[in-house]
Structure formats: structure tokens, C-alpha cells
């Protein structure tokens, strides 16, 4: 287990954003032409692990105001099976190194319920469940129950998983799901973005001060997806939907005063949206 940070922080008014790289690992491509991932390659090099393989990462992503600290979702944690065996999570290893202590974070906000944003709702101490952030509020989009149905029934194999990450906390009164979009905090508000899964939410951090940040979840999966919007993931539950929600979502925040937090794309993650011809393109803040 690595010992190094793995952030990248961003300061806008009174809000300062981390994102932490939870998981680095190889990930299968997608199914798109040669031409396709030659001109991606070219573009992001960093989304590679080599000339077959994409290069997937997991961040999750911490705002602190004066008063509150808020983790946005929970990385991958042990998922099971078909879940390659990516299980080297480091979330709670990089919270540790920052100096978080579990019991500061007063508010887990879920972009969404797949596994791989979940992992770390809660853990086992002595054989006994528990939340991993008990002072927690947990928080996701009511149309995500809609989610949970679509796992159980595509992914039975998962059952254990989501029953101790999702439905274990909804039994014991950690998680709340929301039904509209609303401020969290000062200047953050949630952004309904469905279509990846039925009740997609990300966080708009906006101050006023002609800055804004967006907390993105899955809307986007690889950069890939600024030059074709229409390129949909195996993930996306519903395609359909989850393209206009793209196409939506590149409009406004390719205004070159919004910063994008793509939880999948190369660390830092951090980047913003450039209108190109058609489309768009991906223009990464440099990593440290
Ligand atoms: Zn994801």
C-alpha cells in the first residue's frame, strides 16, 4: 500500500477541493475504432496503460468549508466478482495521510450508487458492520433506488455488497435520498444528471466569483467522450439519456470559467471543457 499523497487540491472562495486518486489500475478498452483511440492516445497519452489497455483510475473527491467537511463518494473498496481484482483501494490511507479522521467528515454525498463509488460506506470492526463515517449524513438522488433494483437484478453476484454498502446504511437511518436538486452548503448546489445511472447527481460549486467547479461523477467516463458525446459505456444504464445529459452538461460548463472533476479521467482529474469543431476536447489542469 502506498504511503504517498495522491491529491490534487483546488481552492475557490471559501471551499477548497481534493481530489484522491482511490485506485490506479489497468482497465479494458472500450469498444470504438483504431482511428478513435489513436486520436485519444495522441490527446491524453495518460489514459493508457499500454498500447491494449486503458489506464482506469477511481478518485473521490473532499470539500472543506469553515465548517463542514464533506467526502463525495467512497471509491471501490473490496467490490466482488466481475469486478477485476482492483481491490487496493487507498481512500482511507490517503484521508489517514491528510490527517481526516473518519468521524469529521459530516457528510458522504453519493454521485451515485455503483460499486465503484460505494466501497467505503462501511466497514467491518470485529466481525460487525459498521458506517465507515458514523457522523455522516450518506446522501444520494431517491432515483437511484431505481439503480439498486437494476443491480439486483443484473448483478445478483453483488448482492452482499450493495445489502452491506447501500441498504444496510438505508436500515439504519445513515442515508437520506433526496428527491430535487438543493444547496448542500453554502454555494454548492447538487446537479441532477441522470442517464449513467437513473439518479446521476453532481455538485456545482459556485461562489459568485466567476469561477465555478463541477464535481462531474460518471457524466463523463474517458476523455473520449468531449470528441464524441454520443460514445456511450457498458455502464451507462440508460445510453439514451445519458448522452443528452452529456451534451447538456459540455454546454455549460464549456465556458472556460468551469472546472471539471471527472472521477475516471487521468489524475489530477481536474480539467475543463474546450469547444473544438463539433465537439469538444478535454484540457487538463497540469499535474503537480
Ligand atoms: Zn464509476
Same mark, same amino acid.
Given at each position: 500500500?502506498?504511503?504517498? #499523497?495522491?491529491?490534487? @487540491?483546488?481552492?475557490?472562495?471559501?471551499?477548497?477541493?481534493?481530489?484522491?486518486?482511490?485506485?490506479? @489500475?489497468?482497465?479494458?478498452?472500450?469498444?470504438?475504432?483504431?482511428?478513435?483511440?489513436?486520436?485519444?492516445?495522441?490527446?491524453?497519452?495518460?489514459? =493508457?496503460?499500454?498500447?491494449?489497455? !486503458? !489506464?482506469?483510475?477511481?478518485?473521490?473527491? #473532499?470539500?472543506?468549508?469553515?465548517?463542514?467537511?464533506?467526502?463525495?463518494? @467512497?471509491? !471501490?473498496?473490496?467490490?466482488?466478482?466481475?469486478?477485476?481484482?482492483?481491490?487496493?483501494?487507498?481512500?482511507?490511507?490517503?484521508?489517514?495521510?491528510?490527517?481526516?479522521?473518519?468521524?469529521?467528515?459530516? @457528510?458522504? +454525498?453519493?454521485?451515485?450508487?455503483?460499486?465503484?463509488?460505494?466501497?467505503?460506506?462501511?466497514?467491518?470492526?470485529?466481525?460487525?458492520?459498521?458506517?465507515?463515517? &458514523?457522523?455522516?449524513?450518506?446522501?444520494?438522488?431517491?432515483?437511484?433506488?431505481? #439503480?439498486?433494483? +437494476?443491480?439486483?437484478?443484473?448483478? &445478483?453476484?453483488?448482492?452482499?455488497? #450493495?445489502?452491506?454498502?447501500? !441498504?444496510?446504511?438505508?436500515?439504519?437511518?445513515?442515508?437520506? =435520498? =433526496?428527491?430535487?436538486?438543493?444547496?448542500?452548503?453554502?454555494?454548492?448546489?447538487?446537479?441532477?444528471? /441522470?442517464?449513467?445511472? &437513473?439518479?446521476?447527481? *453532481?455538485?456545482?460549486?459556485?461562489? *459568485?466569483?466567476?469561477?465555478?467547479?463541477?464535481?462531474?461523477?460518471?457524466?463523463?467516463?474517458?476523455?473520449?467522450?468531449?470528441?464524441?458525446?454520443? =460514445?456511450?459505456?457498458?455502464?451507462?444504464?440508460?445510453?439514451?439519456?445519458?448522452?443528452?445529459?452529456?451534451?447538456?452538461?459540455?454546454?455549460?460548463?464549456?465556458?472556460?470559467?468551469?472546472?471539471?472533476?471527472?472521477?475516471?479521467? &487521468?489524475? /489530477?482529474?481536474?480539467?475543463?471543457?474546450?469547444?473544438?469543431?463539433?465537439?469538444?476536447?478535454?484540457?487538463?489542469?497540469?499535474?503537480?
Amino acid at each position: 500500500m502506498t504511503t504517498e #499523497l495522491q491529491q490534487r @487540491t483546488i481552492q475557490l472562495g471559501p471551499t477548497t477541493i481534493t481530489a484522491i486518486v482511490d485506485v490506479t @489500475t489497468p482497465w479494458p478498452m472500450l469498444p470504438v475504432s483504431d482511428a478513435i483511440w489513436n486520436k485519444v492516445r495522441a490527446a491524453y497519452p495518460s489514459s =493508457f496503460y499500454n498500447a491494449e489497455t !486503458l !489506464l482506469g483510475r477511481v478518485h473521490c473527491y #473532499l470539500i472543506q468549508q469553515a465548517s463542514r467537511t464533506i467526502l463525495v463518494d @467512497t471509491g !471501490l473498496g473490496k467490490a466482488p466478482p466481475p469486478t477485476p481484482a482492483l481491490s487496493s483501494q487507498q481512500l482511507e490511507a490517503q484521508l489517514s495521510l491528510m490527517g481526516i479522521d473518519a468521524t469529521a467528515i459530516d @457528510t458522504v +454525498f453519493l454521485t451515485h450508487l455503483h460499486v465503484d463509488h460505494v466501497g467505503l460506506n462501511t466497514h467491518y470492526v470485529d466481525d460487525k458492520l459498521q458506517a465507515r463515517f &458514523p457522523n455522516a449524513r450518506y446522501l444520494a438522488h431517491k432515483a437511484e433506488q431505481g #439503480l439498486i433494483e +437494476f443491480m439486483q437484478t443484473h448483478t &445478483p453476484e453483488r448482492a452482499g455488497y #450493495l445489502q452491506d454498502q447501500v !441498504l444496510w446504511l438505508n436500515e439504519q437511518g445513515y442515508l437520506d =435520498f =433526496f428527491e430535487a436538486d438543493f444547496e448542500l452548503t453554502e454555494g454548492i448546489t447538487t446537479w441532477f444528471t /441522470p442517464g449513467h445511472s &437513473p439518479g446521476h447527481t *453532481g455538485l456545482l460549486i459556485d461562489h *459568485g466569483t466567476g469561477e465555478r467547479v463541477l464535481i462531474a461523477g460518471d457524466i463523463f467516463f474517458n476523455p473520449i467522450q468531449m470528441f464524441h458525446p454520443s =460514445f456511450a459505456t457498458g455502464l451507462d444504464v440508460d445510453k439514451e439519456q445519458a448522452h443528452a445529459t452529456r451534451l447538456a452538461v459540455l454546454q455549460q460548463v464549456s465556458d472556460g470559467k468551469t472546472l471539471v472533476a471527472a472521477c475516471h479521467f &487521468p489524475t /489530477p482529474s481536474f480539467g475543463y471543457v474546450v469547444p473544438d469543431g463539433d465537439a469538444y476536447r478535454w484540457q487538463p489542469i497540469a499535474e503537480d
